[in-house]
Each structure stands twice: as structure tokens, then as C-alpha cells.
């Protein structure tokens, strides 16, 4: 096992170091190495700060990297599995920019790797052409388009787009940042390639303990920044319920009242959108739902408040009509980002924009 197998654990290299080593990962959880928590500190720390955690000895840290993806494959949940390749690519791009310097090689503890040989691991060589010196020197490259569109399709940034390129003779213009930009989104899909695992189940209830953790993280996940689409036929079915009950002019106890209106607040609606959505049926309380969202919001009191978690909606009572994808999410938010995910854009008719229109056509 050499340093820079554990600096770069998804390098099929450090793999065959793992096989040769003859390492079985259920006595590794069964005797709780050091290589567990730290696999535990990987995931959480993806999922929670985006970011791989702190780095620990060679051994600990190249023997965590399978560990890590056998927890994210126990997990089970796109989130965890989505942030957890984008942190590892994440670690993995800061390190190539900081030891790939030009002329010099990967350097890792001695060990080196030249760009050609990153290149050459996903399937890149040959497709990248430097055109302002040798390859590992140059500040300006070229790319086959079809190696282009293989890294750049998933990338959300407009500058990714192929209509925002120089393209000429089937290349496509980068410079070494667009390189570095194109082998982070390789390595994230060589991390999460196979996932999620087959996990016998004896090594699934070992790790019991470290899945709990996980799920905790996730479960206070904030995931509200993220989130800003108004659909309501594809909220969970808590939510569609407590909502119906709203719009009937059901009075709701204060804990399914906050869970609907933090909801609500979480996914982006403003105070008067929520008045708006909740005002199908005259006898709703608008002062009490204005007080509630700007309470929740933090705007009248000290704390910006979170929508509740799937095990909280169930100790109220609140977790009605689960279907097939609740059994895969600890949170109602987790649900309704899947199910945004999952649409078709097409599909994705915004509440607010739909109002709008309607009362510009009524007026
Ligand atoms: S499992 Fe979670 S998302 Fe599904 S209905 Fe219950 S609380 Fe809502």
C-alpha cells in the first residue's frame, strides 16, 4: 500500500493493492479498525460538509475508501450516494491541481504519476491534445468531442454547454482548468460506478451502527437551499395529505400545522405564497399562517427553523399514506427532491408560475 494509493483509493492501482493485500472488509468492521470510523467520517462528512473529512495514515486511509462505499451502498439513498461521489471528486480534483503541477508529476510520497497516466486511467489518452506545448506543461489542450460530451453532459454550468465552445475538426476548446474540470466529473463517476453494492447481509448488520449514523446526518440535512420548484402532485404523501386538510378547512394541531407550513417554507415559497396556497378555502387562518411561515423562517424569532424528519412526522402521527419511495428516504424533503429528480422537465409545472398566468388571464 503506497501513499498515493490512498491519496487517489478510486485509481484501479490502489484497488489491486486492496485485493493483494487480502483484505476482507467484514473482519475489518468485525474488529472495529480504525479504517470503519474513519469510512464513517468519509460519508458524513460528504454528506454534511461536502468534503472527504481529515486524512489519516496511509493504511487507514486507502482501506476506509471500500468501507466508505459499502456504508454509502447500505444507506441507500441518492443523496448520500450523489454527495459522497461529489465530495471524493471534489478531494480528488483539489489534490490533481495542487500535486500535478507542470514538469513535475503527480507527487505523493515519493511516488509520481504523470498527468498522461490520469489521463490514460479514464480512458482520456489519445483524446487530449495540448496545444501550447507538451501535455503536461500546457495551459491550453483540445478534446475529442466525444470524450468532451462523455465528462461535460452532466456538469451544470452553462459553460459546459458544446454551443458555448470553440469547436473545430471535432475537438473542443478547454484550457487546464476545463482539464482539471472534466477529470473531477471522471472521477466521480468511477466513484459512484457499482453503487449501490451487493452487501451480504451478515456485513449489512454489522454495520448497523455506522448506516444509523449516516442516516442521522441526513436527516438533519438542510436541504432547503437546494430545493425552489413549487409542484404539489409531487410532494409526499404526508404533505399532499396535511395540505388537502388545510385546504378543506380541517383544523390542524400545532405540530402537523408547523410540518406542512416549514415545508412549504423549505421548498422556497414565500410567506404570501404559502398565504395563497392555503387560501382555497375562506375560513383558513391567514393572520395565524402569516405569524407561523415568518416564525419558522426566522424572520420573527431567532431561529430558522427545519422541516421535521420522517422519524418525527411518525412519533406525531403525522406520516400517513407511505408508498414505495418512503421506505428509501429519511426525510419528507429527501422525497420530494427524488421525486423532482425523477420528473421529466416537462413535467415540472411550477404552482406559482400556473398562478401567475391565471391571473394575468383573468385580468
Ligand atoms: S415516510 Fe416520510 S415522506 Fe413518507 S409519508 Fe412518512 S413522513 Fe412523509
Redesign the pocket.
Known sequence: MKPLHARYPFLADAREAVEAAGVDLAVLVEDGDPAVDRAVDRVRSAVVERSIGDPTDTRTELLSYPIARVIVSVVDTRICTQRYAQAEASAARERFEDELQPGEGLRSGGEQVALRDVLAEFDLHGQVHARDGPLETAQAYEIDVPAYLTYAADRRADRWRLTRRRVADGRVRIDREDLFGLLEAAVEDRVASGLPLAVPDVLEEALDEERETIEAALSELDLTREIDTVVPDLF????QHLLDRVQSGDHLAHHSRFAITSFLAGIGMSTDEIVDLYQVNPGFGEEMTRYQTDHIRGETSPTEYSSPS?AT??SYG??????DL?EE?P??MA?YERRLDDADDDDLDDWREAEADAEESSS
Open positions: 409526499p404523501p404526508c404533505m420522517c412526522m411518525q403525522d406520516c400517513v399514506n407511505k408508498d418512503c428516504i426525510h419528507p422525497y
